[in-house]
């Protein structure tokens, strides 16, 4: 594959070096574990956290005789990403195999598409954090299989080998050399992760390691020739993945600078020490010997299986996005925030039903969040439900409690202690509208701080201090407005 | 009471509904004359006890009136078929004495049929090879001598040699380049590859999967449809099974040639070749002819590149399907320093001269800088071979060529001469590079009283009109001489 990389990078994102700024050039793949119960090419469970080498078919481990079977839901999660990528479906695929020899690869090789993926180039577009939109473009999409894993220590002189991984269907999604900085990297690799999750084709979780990047580095004088890149291999987080590309950009700019040269290697970078080293050399890079699996017919897909597909497609987030600045007038902040996943802004749009949008936003994303972030609890598990959290909202807006108090019933909500009504109704908290009552507070606290009272005539921000003691005397329940105009007025102001 | 092993399959099968004689019976008399031919080397793994039983539950079936294709009958599997609860060794070292927890679809779809097995046979180490000879389990003697032991052919000398001898009712076997049809061609006996996809290959130990296909060899061409009517069906365990009904091909043979076209390849004439074949070959297109066929004379223009296609493609594949055998997880493993030597010395020592050879040779033509060269080159030509078949069936519907290009040599002779044992599959190996149906059918007996055979071809899918050929040819050359019993 020959890559060029028209686009020059913001000066901003440039790297100063001694001898000049020089221009960050980076490339991605990113390995996503196809949401499928079974794999790519058995029957065997996919379950994440199962007992070692519980999850494995016969042909997942390699028996003599046994067979492929191409498991069609997760050639139809492919094609369904490949849409949510705006990328060329190829109608003809093909299956190839990778030869090498390892304790993990049971058969030998592993099955994967070379020559023919299934899906072709695309483009996404990417919104780096304090940056303006840039498109980065998709060279393909394949399908493979996942190797086992390799477990070094449980013992010190012995590998153990769990093959429940061995054949579980992963998307290898390519970049085109299109990024020019960590932020853009990152801010890609999100967009990915969020179309995924939207499509419901891939979990995204990188914790458990169904999204992991390899990342392609190198480094140019702006507008230069392409330097030499190193491939940083299995980068499983964001911050991991700025990390790595910082330490191998200052890397590159340190050995050109001192005239040296880069070598084209695979890398791993240690999380611990923050840095990359190198994993094997070119040298030593696999002859992998591929060649169409004989087992395996061509994918040949119809129009209308990609039609069907096409039909099926749920919004993807950054229409959602627009939408939401579109029919919610929300800030292009809150829309980004509210659609980065698909459960998020699910949860939104039946919040903001009927109600003022925006304060559906702020409820969200200051009190809803903020608690589920504490007790990393995700917005599926929410112990206040959307429709719970609108009830809420309704109160504040029929002026039934106020605002603050509403953060107290917020909190007791999430705690499971009942709906909002159920919880106001409880502790007595409706709002006192009673003038009567609110002005036979007012002329108490009045009676009590004669002196203040005095002082306020020349000092109308006493006012505050009266407005606090006549809501304390109420429990918070008098109309906060209420009491601010009886009081200026009482107090001749 | 005759003897049971003379029978052929179909005439037991009778004789068995007939109530003329038990399975028990029939399989007691195979499992004498097993053990009385131990000389043959045609077993790896006898598995005799089973048999007994399977022969019981076979008798208690028919009693309940449930009866399959093979209901009862003693037959052998070629020891490449996975077995479950019996050792499969591909006559390798290093499977060890892997037994696999799974059935084949094949020997399943025969014990579903009422097959009784005899045991697993021998053949050449994974299928490659052209004598039987390396096997790691020594080579296997044909039943067929000249005053000295000859080689069965293979790879499926043992299910040949075993059917040669009377030890089973007939055979499984697989076929990558002639390993059903050479063999059948050494021995005496009829042997089917169908057409690629016919025969599900899940639970075969693969050689080369494009080219793989299973098949039985058998006493009479009736013999082989019966076999292979049970052995053949669509499998969804194999993306490469063909999703189409099974004909009745035993009712095809008989069927009458008139106004058949049989097509004679002038490239099939080959320098070298004695000229006995050529005349056997002749008087097969003449018994055709008086049959009432119609003789074409066709052209397949790429057939000189059919050997070196195959020895690119088949080693290739190869060489990435016995990347498993690794010391991993079943099977041999020899120690190393690491992890690289344990593999080396694994395979180095498990893997015998010819697998060796073949998995460097297919290693090599992948490599990256030969690929273009050797592979893709390779796979350009087969296209060319099966569009020559194409071409061919415009004009006839069946071909009629000799089966191997010698008779059955001795054992020996050719083992450390490479080039010359793989040049006993230059008629037999387009067919599998095409995919097509062949049969080898006995046709007459050499100077040196050795069987000779010729093979019909057929267009894919189309093994009805091949067992029509097969019979009509069968018929015509009335070939009925059996080896001496020299080794009981």
Redesign the interface.
């Known amino acids: 594959m020959t890559f060029i990389a028209p686009r020059v990078a913001d000066e901003k994102d440039w790297l100063q070096g001694e001898t000049g700024p020089w221009e960050l050039i980076i490339g991605l793949e990113v390995h996503a574990q196809v949401a499928s119960i079974a794999k790519l090419f058995s029957g065997a469970p996919t379950a994440f956290g199962a007992e070692p080498n519980t999850q494995v078919a016969?042909v997942d481990?390699?028996?003599?005789?046994?067979?492929?079977?191409?498991n069609k839901y997760c050639v139809e999660q492919a094609v369904r990403t490949g849409l949510g990528l705006n990328a060329q479906i190829n109608k003809f695929s093909r299956f190839d195999?990778k030869?090498y020899?390892y304790?993990d690869l049971?058969?030998?090789?592993q099955i994967s598409q070379f020559e023919h993926p299934v899906v072709g180039e695309g483009e996404i577009e990417i919104v780096p954090e304090g940056g303006e939109p840039v498109t980065v473009g998709i060279e393909r999409l394949h399908l493979e299989q996942d190797a086992g894993k390799s477990i070094h220590d449980l013992s010190p002189d012995e590998t153990y080998?769990d093959l429940n991984r061995s054949g579980v269907a992963l998307m290898e999604i390519v970049s085109k050399p299109d990024m020019r900085s960590a932020a853009e990297a990152s801010a890609y690799v999100d967009a990915l992760r969020q179309i995924v999750r939207a499509l419901g084709t891939c979990d995204g979780d990188m914790e458990k390691g169904n999204l992991r990047a390899d990342v392609n580095v190198s480094v140019r004088k702006p507008g230069g020739e392409l330097g030499t890149r190193c491939e940083i291999k299995n980068v499983n987080s964001l911050r991991f993945i700025r990390q790595a590309i910082g330490y191998e950009a200052r890397r590159h700019i340190e050995i050109l600078e001192a005239g040296g040269e880069i070598d084209q290697e695979t890398r791993l970078y240690d999380t611990v020490k923050g840095e990359t080293r190198t994993m094997r050399s070119k040298e030593d890079a696999h002859?992998y010997?591929?060649?169409p699996d004989?087992?395996?017919?061509p994918l040949e897909l119809s129009d209308d299986f990609i039609d069907r597909i096409k039909a099926d497609l749920p919004e993807l987030p950054a229409a959602r996005k627009a939408r939401f600045v579109e029919q919610f007038r929300l800030p292009d902040y809150d829309a980004g925030v509210l659609t980065s996943d698909k459960a998020t802004g699910d949860y939104f749009e039946i919040v903001a039903q009927k109600r003022d949008p925006k304060s559906a936003s702020n409820w969200m994303m200051g009190e809803l969040f903020g608690r589920l972030n504490a007790d990393e609890i995700g917005i599926e598990d929410s112990p206040v439900s959307a429709d719970a959290l609108g009830g809420l909202i309704d109160r504040i807006a029929d002026k039934t409690i106020s605002g603050k108090i509403a953060k107290d019933v917020f909190s007791k909500m999430f705690e499971g202690e009942g709906t909002a009504d159920e919880i106001i109704e409880r502790d007595g908290l409706k709002q006192v509208t009673d003038m009567g009552a609110i002005e036979a507070m007012v002329d108490e606290v009045i009676a009590a701080n004669r002196d203040q009272a005095e002082k306020a005539k020349d000092n109308p921000k006493l006012v505050g201090f009266f407005v606090g003691q006549v809501m304390k005397k109420s429990q918070g329940k008098a109309n906060p407005q209420a009491v601010n105009e009886l009081l200026r007025s009482k107090l001749g102001l | 009471m005759t003897d049971l092993t003379k029978l052929t399959l179909a005439s037991a099968l009778d004789g068995m509904k007939a109530r003329e004689f038990s399975s028990m019976e029939l399989t007691d008399a195979h499992i004498g004359a097993c053990e009385a031919a131990s000389g043959l080397n045609a077993f790896i793994t006898p598995t005799f006890d089973l048999a007994r039983d399977q022969a019981k539950a076979s008798d208690e079936r028919r009693v309940s009136g449930t009866i399959g294709k093979l209901e009862g009958a003693p037959l052998g599997m070629k020891d490449l078929f996975c077995t479950e609860g019996v050792r499969t060794t591909a006559a390798s070292k290093i499977l060890g004495d892997f037994t696999p927890p799974y059935e084949s679809t094949v020997s399943a779809n025969m014990k579903a049929d009422g097959m009784v097995m005899l045991g697993k046979l021998n053949l050449d180490q994974f299928a490659m090879g052209s004598a039987n000879e390396t096997s790691c389990f020594g080579p296997v003697i044909n039943p067929w001598r000249n005053g000295e032991d000859l080689v069965p052919g293979g790879s499926s000398g043992g299910s040949a040699a075993a059917v040669a001898a009377d030890l089973c009712l007939g055979a499984t076997a697989t076929d990558t380049g002639g390993s059903i049809r050479q063999p059948a061609g050494f021995t005496g006996t009829v042997g089917i590859k169908p057409t690629y996809g016919r025969c599900s290959r899940y639970g075969i130990v693969a050689f080369a999967s494009s080219l793989d296909q299973a098949g039985p060899i058998a006493k009479t061409v009736e013999d082989a449809a019966i076999l292979l009517e049970s052995m053949a069906g669509y499998d969804p365990k194999d993306s490469t099974s063909i999703n189409e009904p099974v004909p009745d091909w035993r009712g095809a043979v008989g069927q009458s040639v008139k106004g058949l076209r049989v097509g004679v390849p002038r490239e099939y004439t080959m320098d070298g070749i004695p000229k006995e074949i050529d005349a056997v070959w002749a008087e097969g297109v003449e018994w055709m002819r008086e049959a009432g066929a119609e003789i074409v004379d066709v052209s397949l223009p790429h057939t000189k590149y059919a050997l070196p296609v195959y020895y690119v493609v088949a080693p290739a594949e190869a060489s990435s399907n016995l990347a498993r055998y690794d010391g991993m997880r079943y099977g041999l493993r020899v120690e190393g320093e690491n992890l690289a030597d344990t593999y080396e010395r694994t395979r180095t020592e498990g893997f015998g001269d010819e697998v060796r050879r073949r998995v460097m040779i297919g290693t090599y033509v992948l490599s990256a800088g030969y690929y273009d060269a050797y592979y893709l080159r390779a796979q350009k030509v087969r296209t060319k071979i099966a569009d020559d078949f194409r071409q061919a069936w415009e004009s006839c519907d069946v071909l009629l060529t000799p089966t191997a290009p010698s008779a059955a040599f001795p054992v020996g002779r050719k083992i450390n001469d490479p080039i010359q044992m793989y040049l006993n599959d230059v008629f037999t190996v387009t067919a599998n590079l095409a995919g097509l149906p062949g049969i080898s059918v006995p046709a007459a007996l050499d100077g040196n009283g050795l069987p000779l055979g010729l093979q019909i071809i057929g267009r894919a899918l189309d093994e009805s009109t091949v067992f029509k050929a097969a019979g009509a040819l069968e018929k015509a050359a009335g070939f009925d001489a059996k080896p001496d019993k020299w080794w009981s």
């Open positions: 016969l481990a390699g028996l003599p005789g046994m067979l492929p079977v191409v195999r030869n020899f304790v049971p058969q030998g090789y080998v002859d010997r591929y060649f004989p087992d395996l017919l």
